[in-house]
């Protein structure tokens, strides 16, 4: 286990259809990571939040949105969803800040597994 | 950003059999991750080994960063060891590398 935990675990929804991923990152971890996963493909990096702040932006559409809590919970919102949106989405979480003076490891939930039909 | 290559892209072994997977990162790093993807999707960590050698069981990870390569070693190889094993580097973000796929048979 982790430590990092992220519901909800599957999903299956219909195009159009709009469903928001939850993750609580490790105990003490400030910044978590979002990264969406296509069948047989690797890693995308979507979005970095630190203590509450987007720090980083990868390649995230603009049909998706994120946000860090004051909990230090997050949460990624999928909108207008389409069959490609398919995928295995990763939350991950490290101690600090990537590009600081060390980041501590970096630990993966077990993803949550959303088809769109 | 840092480019992460992996090799080989695809590995198939006999059980019993000892392996050597790459990792080459295009520039300095403050971390780096080697991580397993099991056939469940699960990513697991191996090692946290920004330099130096670490060992945990039959698994065994180098990493040179003045020439940035890390080295993983499996060796008597077991068909759990089968899935997709990524790399991973810290510069202003985590870069991944594309992953080595590995395949035991019995």
């Known amino acids: 286990d982790s430590g990092v935990t992220q519901t909800p675990k599957h999903l299956i929804t219909a195009t159009g259809q709009r469903v928001t991923l939850r993750c609580s990152p490790r105990s003490g971890d400030l910044s978590v990571y979002w990264y969406q996963q296509s069948l047989d493909q690797g890693l995308q990096f979507l979005i970095q939040y630190y203590n509450g702040e987007e720090r980083a932006k990868g390649n995230i559409l603009e049909r998706f949105s994120a946000q860090q809590f004051p909990d230090l919970h997050s949460e990624l919102n999928l909108s207008s969803l389409e069959l490609g949106d398919s995928a295995l989405y990763f939350c991950?979480?490290?101690?600090?800040?990537?590009?600081?003076?060390?980041?501590?490891?970096?630990?993966f939930g077990e993803g949550s597994r959303l088809t769109v039909l | 950003g840092i480019q992460v290559e992996q090799s080989p892209p695809d590995l198939i072994l006999q059980e019993g059999a000892n392996s050597t997977l790459r990792c080459n990162f295009s520039d300095s790093v403050n971390n780096l991750q080697w991580f397993h993807q099991n056939p469940w999707g699960q990513l697991i960590n191996l090692f946290y080994?920004?330099?130096g050698t670490k060992q945990n069981g039959r698994l065994s990870a180098t990493t040179v960063a003045t020439e940035r390569y890390s080295l993983l070693y499996i060796s008597s190889s077991q068909t759990t060891d089968s899935g997709v094993y990524f790399c991973a580097v810290a510069g202003n973000q985590f870069y991944f590398g594309t992953g080595t796929s590995l395949t035991v048979i019995p």
């Open positions: 080994i920004p330099s």
């Open positions: 991950a979480s490290s101690a600090r800040l990537a590009g600081g003076g060390g980041t501590g490891e970096l630990f």
